[in-house]
């Protein structure tokens, strides 16, 4: 008798490739060009626990917590890319007065305006991961991103040897679905 095991089991038996990777973010494109590193981030469920008189028994919670999105660029010699990030921080937070945040509102006029009275404030992005022979293969699609932190660009002139600056940039984003090419959930 032929067992049905097989159907099971994965069919593609290729390895996930760490190198295999595009990212696209609407609002900064100069910095989704020279990416180099990204994540797809993990999740983590909240557990509730019920009582018992011998021991507490750990139940499924509700609330999904998602870890940060992030991405590590190269930085470009004119700061086109790094200066994305640092202003779209810099228009959220307004640190000099609230005039920054109008400013910001008109800085990328190639984004979708919001409607009145509405700010512009986060972005949408999408990872395509590629197969092992550099093709399309499946989405992360992040929905409201913005960005939250922006690692320091440290100079040192007793280098050696020349290693180009990237930064990392930390976005937080209201959920991610992964999906195939056309956009169907997997």
């Avoid at 990416?35 to 499924?60: C, E, F, K, M």
Wanted: glycine share 4%; proline share 5%; aromatic share 14%.
């Amino acid at each position: 008798m032929v067992t049905n095991s097989f159907k099971n089991q994965i069919q593609n038996r290729n390895f996930l490739n760490p190198t295999g990777f595009k990212f696209i973010l609407n609002r900064a494109p100069k910095t989704t060009f020279f990416s180099n590193s990204a994540n797809i981030p993990g999740l983590t469920l909240g557990v509730a626990y019920q009582s018992n008189y011998l021991r507490d028994i750990p139940q499924p919670g509700e609330k999904i917590d998602f870890e940060d999105f992030t991405l590590r660029f190269l930085v470009d010699e004119d700061l086109e890319n790094y200066n994305e990030i640092s202003n779209w921080i810099r228009g959220l937070g307004f640190p000099e007065s609230l005039e920054d945040i109008y400013r910001f509102q008109k800085s990328n006029p190639n984004l979708q305006q919001p409607s009145k009275g509405q700010l512009n404030l986060y972005s949408d992005g999408t990872l395509t991961v590629l197969t092992s022979n550099q093709n399309a293969n499946f989405l992360i699609k992040f929905k409201d991103l913005f960005p939250y932190n922006l690692s320091t660009l440290q100079f040192d002139s007793s280098d050696t040897d020349i290693n180009y600056f990237t930064a990392e940039v930390s976005f937080k984003y209201t959920i991610f679905n992964i999906t195939d090419l056309n956009g169907n959930p997997l």
